[in-house]
């Protein structure tokens, strides 16, 4: 008899949203336990036997780099799967069976994908966890590893005391291309990170958003707070990092994306910023980045520039994610001898023609 899958939502990594406090500062902490391993050549076999899906309908450079690697260096395999070569809509088949077979024969799916109710719905019928590697709603993978990085560079400060600032367009009613800003803001607000969203003020989180932040604050009694400016100087000499992603993110050329790049870039990160802030000033972009758009390449080149390191704790970020919702305890090697017992007692036994023991018998006498 069929059964229906019966995953949590926080058995999948949709959102920050759906994870508490406490399960995102763990997965923190893994993440430093597991670099700390990879840094001393160290690679721990957490995932072997594990296959993980990758469904890619967006390119990408280091969220499939990231993934497929961290799966290697688990112990296990990620297979590529381009949307456009499964038989997913155009009268063929549906998000849901497409998710029902592929979470049968995988530990875990990775997707990236335009319309987050795509994303959604293969959660919903998947039968093992699946993780958000970006839709136009949210990147929580790549938010993960930025506030990860926020830890390395601020070592032994709380994150209570790390104010962030977030450069550009803070609000998503418009036109969907705040998938990191939306991630940040949850992040900050259940860990108790001063939020600061910088950029013109009908780009100021709406009113949705800002009741979530809000909500999120209270529940986790964490003190986040959330300002609101126009001005990139105002808050500056506090602030600890800036955190920038593309202006024009998958925009057409003309008018529209001519008057958004217009409009968003006094909120650029340039030496004149980051001369005025405090001397430990981390600068974080996403990648990619338009350079001397979001970011000067003065800046981006520069000492003050996290955004390499922050792509490189893209892999650790995925190590910990995949190790903290795929990993099981390690099948008993008995119950392993059992089932190879088993098999190869029913092979010997078989009749069969066996081509690599042919192969090496000596033919010469027949030519």
């Not at 763990?26 to 001393?40: E, P, T």
């Not at 803001?185 to 800002?210: H, Q, S, V």
């Not at 100087?233 to 593309?246: G, N, Q």
Request: charged letters at 25%; a negative charge; aromatic letters at 8%.
């Amino acid at each position: 008899m069929r059964v229906p899958p019966k995953l949590r939502r926080n058995n999948h990594l949709v959102s920050t949203a759906d994870l508490s406090a406490k399960e995102l500062r763990d997965i923190l902490h893994l993440m430093k336990l597991l670099k700390d391993a990879h840094v001393q050549g160290v690679q721990l076999p957490l995932l072997k036997d594990k296959v993980l899906a990758m469904i890619f309908e967006i390119s990408s450079t280091r969220t499939r780099c990231s993934f497929e690697n961290a799966m290697t260096y688990l112990g296990g395999h990620a297979e590529f799967l381009a949307m456009s070569n499964l038989q997913i809509g155009d009268g063929h088949e549906s998000m849901r069976d497409t998710a029902e077979v592929i979470s049968r024969m995988c530990d875990g799916v990775i997707m990236r994908c335009n319309d987050h109710a795509y994303l959604e719905e293969f959660a919903r019928y998947s039968y093992v966890p699946v993780f958000n590697g970006m839709t136009m709603d949210g990147h929580p993978t790549q938010v993960l590893a930025d506030v990860f990085t926020m830890m390395e560079h601020l070592p032994g400060v709380p994150l209570q005391d790390v104010t962030v600032m977030y450069m550009g367009d803070n609000n998503d009613n418009a036109d969907k291309l705040v998938p990191i800003q939306r991630e940040m803001m949850w992040m900050c607000a259940k860990l108790g990170m001063t939020y600061i969203a910088c950029g013109p003020r009908a780009m100021w989180p709406n009113e949705a958003d800002t009741a979530q932040f809000e909500r999120f604050a209270e529940e986790n009694h964490s003190g986040a707070r959330l300002i609101c400016t126009e001005d990139p100087f105002e808050h500056i000499a506090d602030v600890d990092f800036t955190v920038s992603d593309s202006f024009v993110y998958g925009m057409p050329e003309g008018p529209a994306y001519d008057a958004r790049r217009a409009a968003l870039m006094p909120y650029q990160v340039n030496q004149a910023l980051v001369d005025a802030g405090k001397p430990s000033l981390g600068v974080l972009h996403c990648l990619p980045c338009e350079r001397d758009c979001e970011v000067t390449s003065e800046v981006l080149d520069g000492p003050n520039s996290l955004a390499f390191e922050e792509a490189e704790n893209r892999l650790h970020a995925q190590k910990a994610i995949l190790v903290w919702f795929m990993y099981a305890d390690p099948t008993p090697p008995e119950l392993t001898t059992y089932h190879m017992g088993k098999v190869e007692g029913f092979l010997h036994g078989a009749e069969r023609d066996v081509p690599s023991s042919v192969y090496h018998l000596d033919h010469s006498e027949e030519q």
